[in-house]
């Protein structure tokens, strides 16, 4: 991505151009009526942040392009220095995206992990409190915030007990899709290998029955994982008594555990966008792209959700597919959603929602092309249904709906042990027990919620670093990340309301 400025730098630019094709420029801080760029360029009307400028005519079924991608044609004639809203711009066919590239060197990078028994490495060490169905979430809760700091001085290895509750379990179908999801996401956070153990709480004639989602799942009962069912002990003050019991059990065994240093191949990392604004495009997706490069090369493992992304986009991300046969799985997924979005108004007919709106997009498809920036340039080495357990290494494919706190939850139940998440117009997103890193767009919304994000792009819009600088800075961050520094989602304390299983078809 070559991106030019329209001031020299002994001032600051007002807007930035990300390649040199563009018929557009993307505005970096607010530009009144009026206002003369260095290029002599007059903004014929307000411009806010992360919206775009007209940078010269452009006629009518023109494309309208932005880092050399049409994003829309001009449905009317649009004079340069126009503020470049949705209702200029009628649908475009997505252009074919850049072809994925060699996976580049690296040196050997490391970071602080917890090895578990089955060979996989986590970057937090928690125990849980997992509710079967809704019906549990009381318990669980005041279970695990039972153990608070003071508690668990004793135990300085065991980063939190954490109640992973959700509004399932209850009122849906026994069998199917729905059920067998629900079931798959569970027992794969369960298994996560930020989880040293669990106790799982049920109230014992829900929907999602006990025995046979252990059965079904392979889940057993033993040292580190124990259940408690509330009609068999009694009601909700006896169940948090004795999930506390379960969970005062596993501690001396969850902080027996020490981190050791690991390759950076053994991190899965999750790659998440919230409240994306125009300026994520241009710096902070691909700087994390850069640093999944990074990690792909070291043999780590990157993982691609957010599939409505994939489908504004034309498909034409499936041609960064390693084989035939995981471009057809790819299709499968999208043909799917194709069909689940008929006839609802959804992320799928390409309108902006007024976050998107606000955000600065002029169109779906230039949102969705800016998000997947994120996945770096490497080819997609699998494809997974929603929480399924991955399979790395390299870039893979979980598919899952665009809703943050749905989308994180299968990555965590696919494996994953940290999350990145780029944000333009600021989130207070967190989650487990995968925990999210977060990196801003520009320095404004950096600065303005520092108590919730953790990283700044900023400096490529401003010209004081480049992408591939960014990228090795956001990199290096992961890594700390991974080795236990706290994000601010963490710090702050963010994390319950994240976990949300994928309601699809839920009720009965």
Known sequence: ????????????????????????????????????????????????????????????????????LPIGLAAVDIPAGAHLRGELLAPAVPAPLPAAGPVRAVAPATFQGFVRPDGRVGTRNFLGVVIASNCGATAARQAADWFDEERLAAFPNVDGVVPLVHALGCGMEMTGEPMDLLRRTLSGVIRNPNMAGAVIVALGCERNNLKVFLEKEGLEVGDRLQTVTLQEVGGTRAAVEAAKAGIQAMLPVADAAR?????????????????ADGLCGLSANP????????????????????????????????????????????????????????????????????????????????????????????????????????????????????????????QAASGATLIAMTTGLGTDFGS????????????????????????????????????????????????????????????????????????????S
């Open 1 to 68: 991505m070559s991106m030019g400025h329209d001031a020299p730098p002994s001032r600051p630019a007002a807007t930035i151009r990300a390649d040199e094709r563009d018929n557009t420029a993307t505005v970096l801080r607010p530009l009144a009526a009026g206002a003369v760029l260095g290029t002599g360029l007059a903004a014929l009307e307000e411009v806010p942040p992360g919206h775009k400028l007209a940078l010269r005519d452009i006629r009518r079924g023109e494309p309208v392009l932005k880092a050399g």
């Open 259 to 275: 981190r050791t240093t690991v390759p950076a191949s053994r991190l899965v990392l999750g790659l998440q966008t919230g409240a």
């Open 287 to 410: 700087a994390l792209g850069v640093a999944v490069d990074m990690l792909v090369a070291q043999g780590g493992t990157a993982i691609l959700s957010e599939t409505p992304d994939l489908l504004l986009s034309g498909g034409a991300f499936a041609d960064r597919a390693a084989s035939p046969e995981i471009a057809a799985a790819l299709r499968e997924r999208l043909d799917w959603w194709q069909e689940y979005g008929n006839g609802r108004e959804t992320r799928l007919d390409g309108r902006l929602d007024r976050g998107g709106e606000r955000g600065g997009f002029a169109s779906g498809l230039e949102r969705a092309l800016d998000g997947l920036g994120k996945a770096g340039s490497t080819p997609i080495a699998a494809v997974h249904r929603y929480a399924e357990r991955v399979s790395g290494p390299g870039l893979v494919f979980m598919d899952s709906p665009d809703h943050d706190p749905v989308s994180v939850t299968g």
């Open 432 to 507: 487990l027990p995968a925990p999210t890193v977060k990196i801003a767009s520009n320095t404004e919304t950096y600065r303005r919620m520092a108590d919730a994000i953790d990283l700044d792009a900023g400096p490529v819009l401003e010209g004081a670093e480049t992408v591939e600088e960014a990228g090795a800075r956001i990199f290096a961050a992961i890594l700390r990340h991974a080795s236990g520094e706290r994000t601010k989602g963490e710090i702050e304390g963010m994390g319950e309301s994240g976990f949300a299983p994928w309601p699809i078809g839920v009720c």
